[in-house]
């Protein structure tokens, strides 16, 4: 069973950082794109970042771009998140998601792009 599990939200002011983290488990993600979104309350979820297979290639959304970085250890089958210069409007769920085919670019940033999902985890910035 592959499980993509996330960790490391919570609530912070606004200008401060966090760093989220998602454990990928049952199937290695080494050959495939992830990503991050996040939903808002009462929003679709949106896209935030996403990251080729080797980590050559990233792409973010226009609202988190010089503020957000997006990594990954294919070795331990893990995916991170940056955030820095928080701000309120980045208050939502965030969700670690995968694909099951390899790498290809452009990078995916629709939500039906991705087979894999996180169960997420909030993130609260306050002003």
């Known amino acids: 069973q592959v499980q993509l599990v996330e960790s490391g939200g919570g609530l912070v002011q606004a200008g401060g950082s966090l760093r989220l983290s998602c454990a990928a488990s049952?199937?290695?993600?080494?050959?495939?794109?992830m990503g991050w979104f996040r939903q808002a309350p009462g929003k679709e979820r949106v896209f935030v970042a996403a990251i080729t297979w080797n980590g050559a290639t990233t792409a973010y959304a226009d609202s988190v771009k010089e503020r957000f970085s997006i990594s990954r250890d294919n070795a331990k089958n893990t995916l991170s998140l940056q955030m820095n210069s928080l701000k309120p409007e980045d208050t939502a769920v965030y969700y670690c998601?995968?694909?099951?085919?390899?790498?290809?670019?452009?990078?995916?940033?629709?939500?039906?792009?991705?087979?894999?999902w996180g169960q997420g985890t909030q993130v609260t910035v306050s002003a």
């Open positions: 049952g199937r290695t993600f080494s050959w495939n794109t």
């Open positions: 998601a995968g694909q099951s085919g390899y790498s290809r670019e452009p990078l995916t940033r629709a939500t039906n792009g991705y087979d894999y």
